[in-house]
């Protein structure tokens, strides 16, 4: 197997590394194309509107690695369009901070498995507490085998996955609500800042994402990159399309 890891946090995050070291364990050849500083928050952006800078750079033992100023989703397509080289799979994070509900639509780990499905490569999506990735790393194993053994992949193509610090289980979940309050500070007469904070979101169902995390289960939550309301389509067509 052929494995291609991106993030959104960039080359330097402190977890990539051991995601790298996992990764080494399941796949024949790892390569990995992340974006030379943090790129949070930017979905699915891609930047064709200037030249990029792409650097290879050595910093693990028998990986290729390459620093790309720019967005998860465009490390994905470099590593397919740019390199010209085909991949099994794409693992994006382990992202610090989860990446739940209605807030995944903002999120830059899941862009880059959404580019992945674009191009036809499953891709599993793969987010933490900010504060303390250690459990998320030794749970690596176990959620591989999880998907192995229930042929996850087979079944469907892109995931994504929140992991607690200590998980009690895995469960397939939906996208729930929203899961961070947003607001923006003023700093001063013509500056903001916009800030975060998780909050507890008004789901009842427990098999969204939101509730299975607080319940210190892992979250895997099949993911589609089509916009389309299939039954609004199918209601709209048979009405007006006469």
């Known amino acids: 197997m052929k494995?291609?890891?991106?993030?959104?946090?960039?080359?330097?995050?402190?977890?990539?590394?051991?995601?790298?070291?996992?990764?080494?364990?399941?796949?024949?050849?790892?390569?990995?194309?992340?974006?030379k500083v943090e790129q949070s928050g930017k979905s699915h952006a891609i930047d064709f509107t200037r030249p990029i800078e792409i650097k290879e750079v050595s910093l693990f033992e028998g990986v290729r690695a390459y620093a790309m100023d720019s967005t998860p989703a465009d490390c994905v397509r470099f590593a397919v369009l740019?390199?010209?080289?085909?991949?099994?799979?794409?693992?994006?994070?382990?992202?610090?901070?989860?990446?739940?509900?209605g807030d995944l639509v903002y999120s830059g780990t899941a862009g880059a498995v959404f580019e992945a499905g674009r191009l036809g490569i499953p891709g599993i999506a793969l987010s933490t507490a900010p504060d303390d990735f250690s459990g998320a790393v030794a749970s690596l194993p176990a959620l591989y085998d999880y998907f192995i053994k229930n042929q996850l992949l087979e079944r469907?193509?892109?995931?994504?996955?929140?992991?607690?610090?200590?998980?009690?289980?895995?469960?397939?979940?939906?996208?729930?609500?929203?899961?961070?309050t947003d607001e923006f500070r003023r700093l001063d007469e013509v500056t903001y800042e916009q800030i975060g904070a998780p909050a507890r979101v008004t789901d009842t169902?427990?098999?969204?994402?939101?509730?299975?995390?607080?319940?210190?289960?892992?979250?895997?939550?099949?993911?589609?990159?089509?916009?389309?309301?299939?039954?609004?389509?199918?209601?709209?067509?048979?009405?007006?399309?006469?």
Do not use: C
């Not at 291609?4 to 990764?23: E, S």
């Not at 995931?159 to 397939?172: C, D, E, M």
């Open 205 to 242: 169902d427990p098999e969204t994402d939101v509730l299975t995390l607080f319940a210190d289960y892992v979250s895997i939550t099949p993911l589609m990159a089509k916009r389309t309301d299939l039954p609004a389509f199918e209601a709209l067509r048979a009405l007006l399309n006469q």
């Open 3 to 35: 494995l291609l890891i991106t993030n959104d946090d960039g080359m330097m995050a402190p977890v990539l590394p051991h995601l790298v070291a996992f990764a080494k364990t399941v796949a024949d050849e790892v390569v990995v194309v992340a974006p």
């Open 82 to 101: 740019g390199l010209g080289e085909k991949f099994d799979l794409v693992l994006s994070g382990i992202n610090r901070g989860f990446n739940l509900g």
């Open 156 to 180: 469907h193509a892109w995931y994504n996955v929140n992991l607690p610090k200590q998980p009690r289980g895995f469960r397939i979940t939906r996208q729930g609500g929203i899961y961070y």
